[in-house]
């Protein structure tokens, strides 16, 4: 998840610090999840509502970045991630 946290950061143009701030959690969370924790299902919603981050490529690296389309994260999460749900985790 560092490069996904990194490549966020650069196109937001804000620093860890910061990003953690907007969803709030600290920076040493932002520290833990590039070392391989997973940042929980609340916090993994406040990334999407905030920012319109693709939590699909937040998590994987996979698909783009950000999301235009999708009105709710629940929307895109039953869309997307009921699947993953089972294999992750991810505590919603």
Same mark, same amino acid.
């Given at each position: 998840?560092? =490069?996904?946290?990194?490549? &966020?950061? !650069? =196109? &937001?143009? %804000?620093? =860890?610090?910061?990003?953690?701030?907007? %969803? $709030?959690?600290?920076? $040493?969370? %932002?520290?833990?999840?590039?070392?391989?924790? @997973?940042?929980?299902?609340?916090? &993994? +919603?406040?990334?999407?509502? +905030?920012?319109?981050?693709?939590?699909?490529?937040?998590?994987? #690296? !996979? #698909?783009? @970045?950000?999301?235009?389309? /999708?009105?709710?994260?629940?929307?895109?999460?039953?869309? /997307?991630? !009921?699947?993953? !749900?089972?294999?992750?985790? &991810?505590?919603?």
């Amino acid at each position: 998840m560092e =490069a996904q946290i990194k490549s &966020l950061l !650069r =196109a &937001l143009k %804000i620093n =860890a610090s910061t990003f953690a701030k907007e %969803i $709030g959690v600290s920076s $040493g969370n %932002i520290s833990n999840w590039k070392n391989s924790d @997973m940042p929980g299902g609340k916090v &993994l +919603k406040k990334i999407h509502d +905030k920012f319109k981050v693709n939590i699909n490529w937040f998590l994987t #690296g !996979r #698909g783009e @970045m950000f999301v235009e389309n /999708h009105t709710s994260f629940w929307q895109y999460y039953f869309e /997307h991630f !009921r699947k993953f !749900r089972k294999h992750s985790k &991810l505590q919603f």
